[in-house]
């Protein structure tokens, strides 16, 4: 069995989904841990959940890159509805599901 390693932690359920499959596209297996898993979505706030996501050591550098490389291609924008910030790799406002209207070049 693999030893895993810890890429992230600290996000919230929706930004972690959304790196993983990103991240799973990309050929990388990722498991994802957290109190937030246990209890089930919605029971938290968002901001409360705390989520971790594990990778295969060697899968680990492969990993990090691809991260580095998503943050650095996908800045992130405001939403004009309620003005949340949201990852620039969401397509809808994690806060109020308003679709992404700014513009961005
Ligand atoms: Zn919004």
Redesign the pocket.
Known sequence: MEERKCLLTGGNLLQAHTWKGLLQISGIEVELRGEALLGGIGELPVDLQNVELWVSQSQLPQAQAQLNSLQCDLPKWQ?V??H?FNEGSFEL?W??S?ERSEAHN
């Open positions: 939403c509805q309620c949340e406002c806060h109020c308003a």
